[in-house]
């Protein structure tokens, strides 16, 4: 079982920068792709990015692509989602989550088998 917490989120500026963590307690936390999901009030939660085990390949949706970047480090348990040129369409609840890396790299929510609580993240016009 894969705890995770993010942890960064906050209130900024529409072109503002923040930088979310996800850190998991799985010792083995190389052995999982990782993601940001985001969910606004009254949508369905939606992919934005993710990573592969080794970090080597990631992915991004088109609406962040050029502006977020998904990293980790698994010496330290943690995902990052560096977050620059904040739109006021980025506000969301933001989630982490992992998927075991032989299953592959998913866009759908319902396919990853851990998440994390959440961290708010707010961007003011």
């Known amino acids: 079982q894969v705890q995770l917490v993010e942890s960064g989120g906050g209130l900024v500026q529409a072109g503002g920068s923040l930088r979310l963590s996800c850190a998991a307690s799985?010792?083995?936390?190389?052995?999982?792709?990782m993601n940001w999901f985001r969910q606004a009030p009254g949508k369905e939660r939606e992919f934005v990015a993710a990573?592969?085990?080794?970090?080597?390949?990631?992915y991004y949706a088109n609406s962040v692509k050029g502006r977020f970047t998904i990293s980790r480090d698994n010496a330290k348990n943690t995902v990052y989602l560096q977050m620059n040129s904040l739109k006021p369409e980025d506000a969301a609840v933001y989630y982490c989550?992992?998927?075991?890396?032989?299953?592959?790299?998913?866009?759908?929510?319902?396919?990853?088998?851990?998440w994390g609580q959440g961290t708010q993240v707010t961007v003011s016009s």
């Open positions: 799985e010792r083995t936390f190389s052995s999982y792709a």
């Open positions: 989550g992992a998927r075991p890396y032989y299953r592959g790299i998913s866009y759908e929510s319902r396919d990853y088998d851990y």
């Open positions: 990573i592969t085990r080794t970090g080597v390949s990631t």
